[in-house]
């Protein structure tokens, strides 16, 4: 069946570094581009970052700029997030999602990431 599984999340501390991975099944990934979205409690959702389906272009949230990076690899129906300099303001449930021109949107379940010392 469609769906996006991510994994990688946990406890890291501040300064510390995490990927998350977001691994897609039932669905032609190459044709879809992704993104990574996050909560913290009592927050709304908001977008972390995306990258087109190709790979060759991505965007991120200004928070997030020059400390995460999303990739991802059509080959293993994968999307990544790689998060650096983590802060405790980090600290969310981090969702992957697909889209699609035309298409319903994809969500994954999500992964939490605390960044405590």
């Known amino acids: 069946q469609v769906q996006l599984v991510e994994s990688g999340g946990g406890l890291v501390q501040p300064g510390g570094s995490v990927r998350l991975s977001c691994a897609a099944s039932?669905?032609?990934?190459?044709?879809?581009?992704m993104s990574w979205y996050r909560q913290a409690p009592g927050k709304e959702r908001e977008l972390v970052a995306a990258?087109?389906?190709?790979?060759?272009?991505?965007n991120y949230a200004n928070s997030v700029k020059g400390r995460f990076t999303i990739s991802r690899d059509n080959a293993k129906n994968t999307v990544y997030l790689q998060m650096n300099s983590l802060k405790p303001e980090d600290t969310a449930v981090y969702y992957c999602?697909?889209?699609?021109?035309?298409?319903?949107?994809?969500w994954g379940q999500g992964t939490q990431v605390t960044v405590s010392s």
């Open positions: 039932g669905f032609t990934f190459s044709r879809y581009d």
């Open positions: 999602k697909a889209i699609r021109i035309g298409r319903s949107a994809i």
């Open positions: 990258i087109t389906n190709t790979g060759s272009s991505t």
